[in-house]
């Protein structure tokens, strides 16, 4: 019989509690056959003795090796190891060698060169800075107020009901809560049955392609635009015609002319802060462009995933505020808000859309994750998402700020760009180096930068970039320049 002194380690001062540290190092016995079935363990007064911990420690220990099943106590007997333990062990599906290496394909075939197939994501790694893109910086996300509501969550009783299946659609009181929001904030004259919450603007994106899209359908995207939409149209088989971006957004009367030759389905457009290039869509556009879907019937998919970020001027009221005839699906997302990993976003639109596009997301995606989406709405119940907003606005105009000064003071002439209006990204020409060359550098440095392959349609070598400011810290900011300099 081993002694428990002996194989039960006490670290007071390790993460894992102390009763379950002494779970552990049982179970750890009893599976190494060093505590037999039907082994008496001393009682609890006797162990706690033994370890120097309190009687209640150990209380607590049995408890829970009792509620898994590893122990039993035998009334005025003791505390034994289980006869029967709790370790599942499959049955074997064969007597023979089992298979060692797991198979590198499969053997039936997989469709390649799909329509639509996206790049691989790029990945940060915390040995090298980041400037890819434009994302929020994770490090300012209000972390210990979302576990607080989350924790609070499994306390109330009035949200048990979230705990089971639900709507496809979202959680009724998310879905009110934004509707509220969106209503004072952005002017959209909307209830709940309006939203749908999904996962992410992505989400949004792929379910009202997958809805609207039959293969050869007329889309119109910007020339350039945010990859991921159009590659999710092209999945659905549409045919992308792209319409010129100009410093103030997609140029209406190309769209105009468009509609007059072809049967539009679909305009997908970035009212602010324009992805790639950074413009906002002023408001006589808008009001164009929607006059047009009126006229040739076709959806205006409005994605205003950056409405939250103006550091010049005031944002722009999303065109859904005066959709009088229902042609706008608008897109949110929590993404830049708050985080990309808090994977919540929404949908608005009229209600027979969003039945629509819920009861497509079942076959994908049951519902959402109900105990995320109560606790982001208690963050905007409480003013927690208003005050983040208000707070990083501040710091990112700052960053915007000291980013464009050093790409002036430190690049000059190599490189060309605006200073945008909003937005985590600053839009860059590298007009004397080869950016794919650059980036390769870069990272070989240190430093994940965007080597702009995926805003060239074809068309067009735009050999720009979105730098990413927002994430970086100003001295970050000086030393991703830093790589950046040496590598040009
Ligand atoms: C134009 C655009 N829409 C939407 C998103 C966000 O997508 P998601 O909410 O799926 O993270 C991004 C992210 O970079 C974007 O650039």
Redesign the pocket.
């Known amino acids: 019989m081993p002694s428990f002194k002996d194989f039960i380690q006490i670290d007071k001062g390790a993460d894992i509690a102390i009763y379950l540290q002494v779970v552990n190092a049982i179970i750890q016995q009893i599976r190494r056959g060093q505590l037999r079935s039907g082994s008496k363990l001393p009682g609890s007064r006797e162990l706690a003795e033994a370890l120097t911990v309190h009687r209640k420690t150990i209380v607590a220990a049995y408890d829970e090796l009792m509620a898994q099943g590893w122990i039993e106590m035998i009334p005025r007997k003791g505390t034994f190891v289980m006869q029967d333990l709790p370790e599942i062990k499959p049955k074997k599906l064969k007597q023979g060698e089992p298979v060692l290496l797991y198979p590198e394909k499969t053997i039936f075939a997989i469709p390649e060169n799909r329509p639509g197939a996206f790049p691989d994501p790029v990945i940060p790694d915390s040995t090298r800075l980041i400037i890819n893109?434009g994302f929020p910086d994770t490090r300012l996300v209000p972390n210990e107020l979302l576990l607080r509501e989350l924790r609070s969550l499994g306390r109330q009783t009035a949200f048990r009901k979230y705990h089971m299946y639900g709507r496809p659609e979202g959680t009724d009181y998310l879905r009110e809560t934004l509707a509220g929001f969106l209503r004072e904030t952005r002017g959209l004259p909307i209830s709940a049955a309006n939203v749908m919450i999904t996962r992410?603007?992505?989400m949004g994106i792929y379910l009202t392609a997958q809805l609207l899209l039959k293969p050869g359908d007329q889309v119109i995207v910007g020339e350039s635009s945010?990859f991921a939409?159009t590659l999710t149209f092209q999945q659905a088989g549409a045919h992308i015609n792209r319409v010129p971006v100009d410093e103030f957004g997609i140029d209406i009367d190309v769209v105009e002319q468009l509609c007059e030759k072809k049967r539009i389905r679909l305009l997908y457009v970035?009212p602010h802060h324009h992805?790639p290039t950074t413009v906002t869509l002023p408001p006589e556009r808008r009001i164009r462009l929607l006059e047009l879907a009126a006229t040739y019937k076709f959806a205006i998919v409005e994605?205003d995933?950056d409405y939250d970020f103006h550091y010049t001027s005031n944002p722009v009221q999303p065109m859904a505020s005066l959709d009088h005839h229902g042609s706008v699906i608008y897109i949110g997302?929590l993404?830049k808000t708050l985080v990309?990993a808090v994977r919540v976003?929404f949908i608005v639109a009229p209600e027979n859309f969003v039945r629509a596009v819920a009861n497509l997301r079942m076959a994908i995606d049951r519902q959402g994750d109900s105990m995320m989406e109560i606790a982001i709405a208690e963050l905007y119940r409480n003013g927690t998402i208003g005050r983040h907003i208000r707070k990083v606005v501040n710091l990112y105009r700052e960053r915007r700020d000291h980013f464009c000064a050093l790409l002036t003071d430190r690049l000059g002439e190599r490189v060309s760009f605006k200073i945008p209006d909003g937005g985590m990204a600053i839009w860059t020409k590298f007009t004397d180096s080869d950016l794919r060359q650059v980036s390769v550098k870069a990272y070989q440095k240190g430093l994940i930068m965007s080597d702009g392959q995926r805003y060239n349609t074809g068309q067009t070598n735009y050999n720009s970039a979105r730098l990413g400011f927002a994430s970086l810290t100003l001295s970050e900011q000086g030393k991703a320049m830093d790589i950046l300099v040496n590598c040009l």
């Open positions: 893109d992410g603007a992505q945010y939409a970035i992805h994605d995933y997302t993404s990309p976003g």
